[in-house]
């Protein structure tokens, strides 16, 4: 979902509070610093995303596969 919003937006169709909306609410639910906060959304949101995808492809060197959420 969150490579879908970077590439919207990379395309310019992508309302920019979306992205400050997802951004505040990764922070939220990781506990990130609020004194870190005053990072650009999108800036964020890219080193989250590359930072997800590479444990994710760690974990599936290791064999632990997750299944694709639905909804």
């Known amino acids: 979902m969150l490579e879908d919003l970077l590439r919207r937006d990379n395309e310019g169709v992508l309302d920019g509070r979306i992205l ?7 922070k939220l639910k990781i506990g990130w610093p609020r004194e870190r ?3 650009p959304p999108r800036r964020f949101l890219d080193a989250f995303y590359r930072a997800q995808r590479g444990l994710l492809e760690q ?6 596969r997750r299944e694709r959420k639905r909804g």
């Open 20 to 26: 400050d909306e997802v951004a505040e609410k990764i």
């Open 59 to 64: 974990k599936m060197l290791f064999g632990q």
């Open 37 to 39: 906060w005053q990072a």
